[in-house]
C-alpha cells in the first residue's frame, strides 16, 4: 500500500509517520498551514520527512484558517491550561479542521495515484473534537467513495482511532520514533509549556505507556493536578 501520512509534527503523527515507513509505502508526508499560532511544529514535520528520506508537501490554507475563527489556536485567545476533559478545552476546536484537511490530501492522493491516506487521530481525541470519532472517520470514508467514484480507490488509514495516546507512545516507541524532535504545545514557545491540554495529555501518555518522556516542559509537574481535576 501507497500511503500519504497526514503529519503536523506532533507526537501522534510523527509516529504514525514511522509506523508507515515500516509497515508499507510511505508515498510522503502532508502537513497544513492554516494560521495556527503554534505554526513551528510544521518545522519537526519536515524534520521527520528528512529523517525519513520521503516528499514533504506543506499546503497553504491560511486564508481558510482565518475564516475558522474563535478559536484558541487560531485567533488571539488565550490557550486554556488544564485536561482535555474540562469544559474550558472547548476553545480549542477548529471547526471542520479535520474534514477540510483530510478532503484536500485525498485529492492529493487521487490525483497522484496513491492508495491510503493516514490520520493520527486517537481515542484521546473524542471528548472534546468531533471530527476525530470513528463515527466521523467511517463517514468521511464513506463520503470520498462516493466523490472519487470511478476514479480513484482510497483507503482512509486511522489505525489509532479507538486507541488511547499512551498506546500511541508505546507503537512510536516500537517503531524508533524520537520524541524529543516531535511538538505538541498549541503556546509554541521556546518550550513544551506543561500546562496546555495538549501538554498534559502528552505528559500523561508517557507516564502510562511507562517510556522515558525526553520533553523539556516549563512546568513539568502541572499534568497531576490537571490529569486529577479532569478526573472529577
Known amino acids: 500500500m501507497k500511503c500519504f501520512v497526514i503529519c503536523s509534527g506532533g507526537l501522534d503523527s510523527v509516529s504514525l509517520a ?5 509497515e508499507y509505502d510511505i508515498a510522503g508526508l502532508i502537513s497544513f498551514d492554516y494560521g ?12 521527520c520527512a528528512e529523517r525519513l528520506k520521503v516528499p514533504h508537501d506543506i499546503v497553504d490554507i491560511r486564508t481558510v484558517g482565518r475564516n475558522l475563527s474563535d478559536s484558541a489556536l487560531t485567533d488571539d485567545v488565550d490557550v486554556p491550561d488544564g485536561h482535555y476533559a474540562e469544559e474550558s478545552m472547548r476553545i480549542t476546536v477548529v471547526p471542520n479542521r479535520n474534514a477540510i484537511m483530510l478532503a484536500i490530501a485525498f ?6 495515484k496513491v492508495d491510503a491516506v493516514a490520520t493520527a487521530v486517537h481515542g484521546g481525541d473524542h471528548f472534546i473534537y468531533p471530527d476525530c470519532r470513528p463515527g466521523f472517520i467511517d463517514a468521511f470514508q464513506r463520503m470520498q467513495d462516493h466523490a472519487l467514484e470511478g476514479y ?3 483507503r482512509l488509514y486511522a489505525p ?13 516507541a516500537r517503531h524508533g ?3 524529543a524532535l516531535t511538538w505538541s504545545c498549541y503556546k509554541g514557545g521556546e518550550h513544551h509549556c506543561g500546562r496546555c491540554g495538549t501538554c498534559v495529555e502528552r505528559r500523561e501518555a508517557f507516564h502510562l505507556a511507562g ?3 525526553p520533553t523539556d516542559y516549563e512546568d513539568a509537574g502541572f499534568w ?6 479532569g478526573a472529577l
Open 18 to 22: 514511522h509506523r508507515v515507513a515500516a
Open 36 to 47: 495556527q499560532r503554534h505554526r513551528k511544529e510544521l518545522d519537526f514535520a519536515t524534520a
Open 107 to 112: 485529492g492529493i492522493a487521487a490525483a497522484r
Open 152 to 154: 480513484a480507490n482510497i
Open 160 to 172: 489509532y482511532v479507538t486507541v488511547p495516546k499512551a498506546e500511541i507512545v508505546k507503537d512510536g
Open 177 to 179: 520514533t524520537p520524541f
Open 211 to 213: 517510556v522515558p518522556d
Open 224 to 229: 497531576c493536578e490537571a490529569v486529577a481535576r
